[in-house]
């Protein structure tokens, strides 16, 4: 037992000095992933944990919630959209999210719909965030780059 607790810690020592700190490449290939699953909440309306959206007060307006030009979804999920914000902090930590501001291809707004803002009454529909399905692929793809490095 105690030859295995030793080989443990030689074989995490080794992945340690192996890897360091620059995360880069596996945090890049788990952001489409993550561009999938905010897509995926848009399609189902509903919250990376699958809660359903609130229903609109009107029901009235026959756009899809939180569709009414499109442009909310595409700077949530596609990569160069107005909006959009994708990029390495460092080499381990990538920002991802909306523009809020009213400069530069801002979603003025985006905020209050992911978090709600009540009052003025914007019941919270959020659309940021990935569910357990997601976060399981995006874990595999950081074992797959382990096995790579250390292999």
């Known amino acids: 037992m105690a030859e295995e607790l030793k080989e443990f810690v030689e074989s995490v020592r080794r992945i340690a000095t192996t890897v360091g700190d620059d995360l880069e490449k596996p945090i890049k290939a788990c952001v489409p992933i993550l561009r999938a699953a905010v897509d995926l909440n848009f399609a189902n309306r509903a919250t990376p944990d ?51 501001g009213t400069n530069q291809g801002g979603i003025p707004g985006a905020g209050r719909h992911n978090f709600g803002d009540d009052p003025p ?7 940021l965030g990935a569910n357990e399905d997601h976060l399981d692929a995006m874990a595999e793809e950081f074992a797959d780059w382990l096995l790579q490095e250390v292999s």
């Open 121 to 127: 009454g914007i019941r919270q529909r959020e659309f």
């Open 50 to 100: 699958r809660s359903t959206w609130p229903a609109r007060k009107d029901p009235r307006p026959t756009h899809p919630l939180l569709e009414l030009s499109g442009a909310l979804r595409a700077a949530a999920t596609q990569e160069g959209a107005p909006g959009h914000v994708e990029r390495m902090v460092g080499n381990n930590e990538v920002e991802y999210g909306l523009n809020t």
